[in-house]
């Protein structure tokens, strides 16, 4: 019975020892490259989204990046895409190299890295006078814009009125912060990164042609709207519309 114990005892002692000395060998590896992509150049203040791929159950995603951001990530039903993490609002200080490390069973199995960006809100590549605009048709657009307000809400909308029965809207998925806006031709943008822009003129809606891009600036503390040699759908006729803008915020 004694001898039995013993053999117990040393065969336990072997298992435990083959098993601690297959993950050392496991873990000695040097981990394989993995890809890690960015949404940047990020403009300030708009959300990092870091992504790489994605293994499931059992696999911890270590994050660390500039000025000691660091972040560790699973599987799980809160998260069920842990090779993904977001910076809601980035900063500046944010631009840097980002790193990932994937680890299964205790050993770290892939790394990756990628640097980020971070800029400030571009300008508009064009150069329109305050609260007015350039048409190449005459009645929509290419006018100034002596009344500008806005409300608030699900969508936020932008009107300026000038000229003859004319008024200018941009119109946003909720409150617009400086930055960069792909359009949706329509009354209302399908995403918070989207906007829509029309031009009521008399009886008639003329509309800004999808994937245009509308810019969004801070001026001295009040917003600033602007786009720049954009189409316009023309309802009454063949004649091509292409209109620049810009309107602040009083």
């Given amino acids: 019975?004694?001898?039995?114990?013993?053999?117990i005892l040393i065969f336990a002692l072997f298992s435990l020892n083959s098993c601690q000395k297959t993950k050392k060998e496991s873990c000695s590896k040097p981990p394989e490259p993995v890809g890690l992509s960015s949404n940047g150049p990020v403009i300030k203040g708009w959300p990092l989204v870091l992504n790489t791929v994605h293994y499931g159950t059992g696999y911890i995603y270590k994050w660390r990046g500039p000025n000691g951001w660091a972040m560790e990530t699973t599987d799980s039903w809160e998260n069920y895409e842990p090779n993904k993490v977001t910076i809601d609002s980035a900063s500046i200080n944010n631009s840097g190299r980002y790193f990932v490390e994937i680890i299964h069973e205790g050993c770290v199995i892939e790394g990756g890295s990628v640097d980020v960006q971070i800029i400030e809100p571009p300008?508009?590549?064009?150069?329109?006078?305050?609260n007015?605009?350039?048409?190449?048709?005459?009645?929509?657009?290419?006018?100034?814009?002596?009344?500008?307000?806005?409300?608030?809400g699900i969508y936020y909308s932008v009107y300026a009125s000038g000229?003859?029965?004319?008024?200018?809207?941009?119109?946003?998925?909720?409150t617009p912060k400086?930055?960069?806006?792909?359009?949706?031709?329509g009354y209302y943008p399908s995403e918070s990164d989207h906007a829509a822009v029309y031009i009521q003129s008399g009886f008639y809606d003329f509309f800004m042609e999808s994937y245009h891009t509308v810019y969004v600036n801070e001026v001295n503390g009040k917003l600033q709207?602007?786009?720049?040699?954009?189409?316009?759908?023309?309802?009454?006729?063949?004649?091509?519309?292409?209109?620049?803008?810009?309107?602040?915020l009083p």
């Fill in 1 to 7: 019975m004694r001898f039995f114990t013993t053999f």
């Fill in 123 to 130: 300008l508009p590549p064009c150069s329109v006078s305050n």
């Fill in 132 to 152: 007015s605009s350039t048409s190449t048709l005459g009645g929509v657009g290419g006018t100034t814009y002596t009344s500008v307000s806005h409300s608030g």
């Fill in 163 to 174: 000229g003859i029965n004319q008024t200018i809207n941009f119109i946003f998925k909720g």
């Fill in 178 to 185: 400086p930055g960069m806006y792909l359009v949706d031709q």
């Fill in 225 to 248: 709207f602007s786009f720049c040699n954009c189409h316009f759908n023309n309802p009454v006729g063949s004649t091509e519309i292409i209109i620049s803008a810009k309107v602040t």
